[in-house]
Structure formats: structure tokens, C-alpha cells
């Protein structure tokens, strides 16, 4: 009642899968009757114990680790197995303990034999055999600025767990050589073993440090020799080693510029060092170089020269001069005047002042200079004839009065007139005269031979005059002189233009021809002044233009005037007729007729002067139209179309084109367009269609730009 028969329920030996009692009743079918029996199942299910001690990790001091299931149920009555996805296994697989030496996951399975129930239990192996991460940063090199390098291997596994040893072949650790970061100063390969205690790996990189000590190329150059014409030296350090990474320094007594380039100036002897440092590594090398110095002065002597007067003007200054030569003078002054031999030992002067003398030893270009003074009586005696003076007409005998102041020295006087009258003492200092005009006075230093000269004008009290002149404005016109502002002397005046034949007394004198005139004016005691005045011819306006010129229909002509008057002089410019010009009132207007004009050009300048010039424009006025007799509509570009060609600017337009077939159909038109446009002509087709190779009439009405109108006819042949 609490079983279970899976099957065989009515037989003597039933399944059945669950515990409990179970009856048989057997049953005699003959006699009816039947006995029973009971039998009791028992249920043993119960698995066996499997357990695993967690396993220890594979490292590389231990290879090997016990996988140990001591735990499990032990007996004769059970059985024991390994498995692994991790391989085979080194021993046999049916013990407790077990030995292994590959990571992975093992399983145990404990095998109850009396009732056939089992377990299985799981251990994991780990893997702790895995090496310790080594790197070692790339160092820089050992230079002449660098003797030690720190190395750098943070990057590798760190922990108290690691023990770190540093090695080197050819190289030289200085300290650190049991950490991360030691010191090295040599260059060689350099390795690092980094050992982990807890799993017993190790690892190792290498590293090479490379040392660069190579030293530049130091050269100062040749020696080199101060003269006075070299004053400035540049030294030559080019041999040097030379590019970006180069610094130079030059030390010496006397460098004016450029110390640290290759080729400084210098101005004083002594020994130049140059020091060429290479900045990439820090390596330098020097180079020392001699500069001499020759530049002793040549000595200078310079004789005494002689005095300077207006009887002697000039003397000759003389020097001599002593070195290794030769020798190259110059004289020079700021006061004097050399008159000749300024490159020379001997220089002629003519003038006082202090005179300069440099002296150049060409052997060495070096210089002296020495300086001389000229004495120089040049002065002209000082004269004073007073004021000008004025008299009163009629004129009376007058005494001049000179003054002149000379040093006391004797003096030789002259007096002479050119339009008065000395009456006594021409060669005294105080002549007697007795005419207006003016006197002029000689005086000469006899010591020295110096003169002066002096005038005084002696003026007669009469009428003065200022004439005011009309010059001829235009050839041919006449022009007038009028006596204005006349003041002074015996009023009334009269007045006179050709020299005092004729006197009048009106100022005014008109229309007069160009000349020479001879002004007089006199007052009422006889008293004249006279004064010259020229009329001047002036010159004909003239105009200059083209007679004729042809042009076609269309095109335009640029017209030009030449007038011999500057642009200011001209007044007005007219043109005639002026409906085809550009501007009637220049003087080059742009032409564009389009028939045949005469133009006719006056030019009236600021005097009133006129002048007129004529210019005949023929134009072509025949068409100039081109229709061509065969075209080719076979799409290559060339003469693919039928069109009308005219000369540029000679059609206004074209009314009509027409095409016509050889029975007068109209197969094509096109309206109001300009020549010379394939894209306006026709393109052999008729409603779409290509036309066979054929010969049509055709007819265009053409508008001319004067707006005449012609009709053209003709015949085309297309071809294909």
C-alpha cells in the first residue's frame, strides 16, 4: 500500500522502484483457492561522503601540489576516481590523494559499491607561476654634461614580495643596484632580475646605455695683423664644427662684436681663444688664435708759410714726411681754400685760416696729421659814399663826400661816371660834380693791393614815371602805353613815345603796333625822365587737325586738335555739327557718324584770339553682310550651322531670316537678332528631322545702323 509496482503485477517477479510492503497472492484457478504472502523493501539510497581539501596554487618553486580527498567516506565498500579536463593524470587516479602538476578543475567521485550511490566533489589548481612584469624606460646617453644616468624601471612589479638585482656587462653601477632606480655611469648593457618570492618567478629585461663624449671641432683660424688700414679685424672660426646644435664663445682683449659666432670683430692684438660647445652632449674644444698689431704713425713736418695779401693771393704750403712709406697726403681746412695740390706735399692756397695735413703711410694705412696757419691780409678798404642824393633842377655843382677806412695805409682813388660829369678831383676822396647821375668810386690798399669799389647815385629832382604797358592780345591787333603814376618835378606834364620828338598831354597812347618806344615824360621846368618800353607780336593762334580720313560704317574716329597754346590759354572749343561727336566743347571728341561729315572746329583763347580748322569724314556706307553658300550639319564642330556674318558694328539688327525648300515651302525663320551668332542660324532640320543633302533658297531683311533697310537673297547647299 505505500510501494510502488512499475510493472509484472500479476507475475511472480514485479518491478518496482519505491520502498514499502508489498503482498503476493497466488490463487488456484481449479479449486479457488489462494493463499498470501508479505515481503517487506527496504530503501538504501544514501550517498557516500566526497570532500576535497582546497589544494595549494602551482608556483614555479612548487610544480607540483596534492589534491587530497582523505575527507571522503573510506571503506572497502567504496570506490574512488579523479577526473580533470586538464589532462592525464601522473599517478593513479584511484586513490585519495593524488598528486598533479597542471592548473585546472578536478573532481573526485566516491562510489558507494553495497547500494551503487556516489558523490563527486570539485577542487580548483591554480596557477601561480606566472613571471613578474620587467620594464626598463629607454635611458638617455652618457655625454660630456651627463656622467650619470638614473635608470628607471618603476614599471616593473613592485611589492615587498619582489627582490630586485641589477647586472651589467662592460657598463659600472654606482650605487642602487638592488632597486628599481640605480645609478649608473658607464655605458654597457644593464639587466634586471626581478624575483618573486611568494611564487619563486623571476623575469629579466636588458638595457643598453650609450655614451656620446665625441668632442667638436674647434678652429680659430689663421693669425691675423692689425694695420691702421684694418683697424677692425673679423676672425675666422668656419673650421669649426658648425650646425643648430653648436654654441661658440670667443674671450680676448678686444672683441667689438659677435663673441659668440664663428666670426666676432676685434679691434686689439692679443690672443683670441674660440670654445665650440656641442649642446647636444655637452663636449667642448678650443682653438686660440694670435692677432699682431703694425701701426706705427708717420711723423709729419710742415714749413712755414707766407703771408697772404691782394698783391701776393697765393702761397704754396710744403711738407715732409718720414715713415716706411710711401706716403699719401690730403690737405684739408675749414676756413681757407686750397686752389691746387690737395693730394700732394705741396698745396697752393689762397686763403687765411688754419690748414690741415694728413699724411697716410700706404704700407700700413696708418695716419698723422698736422695743422699750419696761414696769415692772410685780403680785407678791401671799407667805403662809405652816404645816401643817395637829390638835387633840384636845373642841377648845380655838387662836392661828394667818400669816407674810407684802410689802417692808415696809403691809398689810390679813381672816380668814374657813366651818365654824369665830374668836374674836379676825379682822385681825391671829394670830386666836384655837376650832372645827376652815378659816380662810382675805386680805392686800392697800396700796402696790400686791396681794392674796394663804391657808387652813389646823385638824382635831379624831376618827374618820375611808371608806365603801364598793354601788350597786343592776338596777331595783327595793336596794343597801348599809358603814363601812370607820375609824381615829382613842375606839374603839368607832358608826354612823349618816341623819344621827345613829340610831346602831348594825354598819359594815353593807344593802337599801337608792336615795337620799341622810347618814353619821355616833362615836367613845366623842362625836367625829363625817360624809360624804354617793347610791345611784343604775339603769335598766331594757329589749330592743326587731319584734312580727311576714311572709316566704315559703324566704326568710331578719335578727332584731334593740335593748338600751339598751353591747355590755361584756351578759352572755348566748338564743334560743328556735333550730333555724331562724343562732346562738342573738347578738343578730342569721339566721332561716330554714319555718313559722310565735314566737322568744323573753333577755338577762342582767354585773350579773344580765334581760330578755325576743318576735318572731312568719308564713311563707307556700302554692307558689309557675308552669307555663306554650303554648310555641313554633321555635328563636328565645324560649320554646323547656317548663319549670317557682318562686319562688327555695321548691322543694327537682323529683321528675318528665312529658309525656303526648292518648292518654296518655309522650313525654317528666326527674328531679331544679331550676325555673327551660329546659335541664331539654322541647323539643317525641319520639324525635328535632319534634311537630306539638298540646295534651299533663303532670303533675310537686315536693318543697317544708320536704319536703312536691305533685303539679302541667295541659295545654300547642305552637305553631310
Known amino acids: 500500500p505505500d510501494g510502488h509496482i512499475v510493472s509484472g503485477g500479476n507475475k511472480l517477479q514485479p518491478v518496482v522502484d519505491q520502498p514499502g510492503t508489498y503482498f503476493l497472492k497466488v490463487a488456484n484457478t481449479l479449486t479457488g483457492c489462494s493463499t498470501e504472502k508479505s515481503t517487506r523493501v527496504e530503501e538504501d539510497r544514501q550517498p557516500p561522503q566526497a570532500a576535497l581539501a582546497p589544494p595549494a596554487p602551482l608556483t614555479c618553486a612548487s610544480e607540483t601540489t596534492l589534491l587530497d580527498g582523505t575527507g571522503s567516506s573510506q571503506g572497502s565498500s567504496y570506490a574512488y576516481w579523479w577526473t580533470t579536463p586538464a589532462g592525464s ?16 578543475t578536478y573532481a573526485l567521485r566516491v562510489l558507494d559499491t553495497q547500494n551503487g550511490c556516489w558523490q563527486e566533489a570539485i577542487v580548483e ?45 662592460g657598463g659600472h653601477i654606482l650605487s642602487g643596484a638592488q632597486s628599481l632606480t640605480p645609478i649608473i655611469t658607464a655605458p654597457g648593457t644593464y639587466r634586471l632580475e626581478v624575483l618573486d618570492t611568494a611564487t619563486g618567478c623571476a623575469a629579466a629585461q636588458e638595457v643598453v646605455v650609450e655614451q656620446d663624449t665625441l668632442r667638436p671641432i674647434a678652429d680659430a683660424g689663421a693669425d691675423l695683423t692689425l694695420t691702421c688700414t684694418n683697424s677692425v679685424l673679423t676672425l ?24 659668440q659666432t664663428l666670426t666676432p670683430t676685434v679691434a686689439a692684438p692679443g690672443t683670441y681663444v674660440l670654445e665650440v660647445l656641442d649642446t647636444g652632449n655637452g663636449c667642448s674644444a678650443q682653438s686660440t688664435v694670435q692677432v699682431l698689431s703694425e701701426m706705427d ?48 706735399a705741396q698745396a697752393v692756397v689762397d686763403a687765411g685760416g688754419i690748414y690741415y695735413l694728413t699724411v697716410t703711410d700706404l704700407a700700413n694705412g696708418c695716419s698723422a696729421t698736422s695743422s699750419v696757419f696761414v696769415p692772410a691780409f685780403l680785407e678791401p678798404p671799407a667805403l662809405d659814399l652816404g645816401e643817395p642824393l637829390l638835387r633840384a633842377c636845373p642841377f648845380e655843382e655838387l662836392t661828394l663826400q667818400a669816407q674810407v677806412e684802410a689802417g692808415g695805409a696809403p691809398l689810390e682813388v679813381e672816380w668814374t661816371t657813366p651818365d654824369g660829369h665830374i668836374l674836379q678831383g676825379g682822385q681825391s676822396l671829394s670830386p666836384t660834380v655837376d650832372a645827376a647821375g652815378t659816380y662810382r668810386l675805386h680805392v686800392t690798399n697800396l700796402w696790400t693791393g686791396c681794392s674796394a669799389e663804391g657808387e652813389v647815385r646823385v638824382s635831379m629832382d624831376g618827374p618820375r614815371m611808371e608806365p603801364e604797358v598793354q601788350q597786343p ?43 620799341t618806344y622810347t618814353l619821355v615824360v616833362q615836367d613845366a621846368a623842362g625836367c625829363e625822365q625817360q624809360q624804354t618800353v617793347t610791345l611784343e607780336a604775339p603769335e598766331d593762334l594757329t589749330l592743326s587737325v587731319e584734312t580727311e580720313v576714311a572709316i566704315q560704317q559703324g566704326e568710331d574716329y578719335q578727332l584731334e586738335v593740335l593748338v600751339n597754346r598751353p591747355p590755361e590759354d584756351i578759352a572755348q572749343v ?23 561729315t565735314a566737322y568744323e572746329v573753333t577755338v577762342w583763347t582767354t585773350e ?31 560649320n554646323d550651322r547656317f548663319h549670317i556674318f557682318a562686319r562688327a558694328g555695321s548691322v543694327s539688327r537682323i529683321k528675318t531670316f528665312r529658309i525656303f525648300s ?18 541664331a542660324g539654322w541647323d539643317g532640320t525641319y520639324r525635328g528631322r535632319l534634311m537630306d543633302p539638298a540646295v534651299f533658297a533663303w532670303m533675310a531683311e537686315i536693318e543697317f545702323l544708320d536704319g536703312t533697310t536691305r533685303i539679302f537673297k541667295g541659295d545654300v547647299t547642305l552637305f553631310r
Open 473 to 515: 592780345g592776338c596777331a595783327g591787333e595793336t596794343g597801348s602805353v599809358r603814363f601812370a603814376s607820375v609824381e615829382g618835378g613842375t606839374p603839368p606834364y607832358l608826354f612823349s613815345i618816341d623819344g621827345g620828338e613829340a610831346f602831348f598831354d594825354q598819359p594815353l597812347f593807344d593802337y599801337l603796333e608792336p615795337g
Open 662 to 679: 526648292r518648292w518654296g515651302e518655309l522650313i525654317w525663320e528666326n527674328q531679331n537678332f544679331q550676325p555673327n551668332d551660329p546659335g
Open 236 to 259: 675666422d672660426g668656419t673650421g669649426s664644427s658648425q650646425g643648430a646644435g653648436f654654441a661658440y664663445q670667443w674671450t680676448g682683449p678686444g672683441i667689438l662684436s659677435g663673441a
Open 125 to 169: 589548481v591554480e596557477d601561480h607561476r606566472e613571471a613578474p612584469p620587467v620594464e626598463i624606460e629607454q635611458p638617455g646617453k652618457l655625454t660630456c654634461a651627463v656622467t650619470a644616468l638614473q635608470l628607471n624601471a618603476t614599471g616593473s612589479a613592485q611589492g615587498t614580495q619582489f627582490q630586485y638585482q641589477w647586472s651589467t656587462n
Open 608 to 638: 579773344g584770339c580765334m581760330a578755325s580748322a576743318t576735318l572731312l569724314i568719308r564713311v563707307d556706307e556700302r554692307p558689309d553682310v557675308f552669307v555663306p553658300g554650303a554648310f555641313s550639319p554633321d555635328g563636328d564642330g565645324i
Open 297 to 344: 704713425l708717420p711723423l709729419v713736418a710742415v714749413a712755414p708759410p707766407d703771408t697772404l695779401t691782394c698783391a701776393n693771393p697765393q702761397t704754396t704750403l710744403s711738407a715732409e714726411a718720414e715713415g716706411a712709406g710711401p706716403f699719401a697726403f690730403s690737405w684739408s681746412t675749414s676756413e681757407g681754400n686750397i686752389v691746387s695740390g690737395a693730394t700732394s
Open 89 to 104: 593524470f601522473p599517478a593513479d587516479p584511484t586513490e585519495l590523494t593524488l598528486g598533479v602538476h597542471q592548473p585546472g
Open 574 to 596: 566748338s564743334w560743328s555739327p556735333a550730333a555724331s561727336l562724343s562732346c562738342s566743347d573738347c578738343l578730342n571728341p569721339l566721332a561716330s557718324p554714319l555718313e559722310t
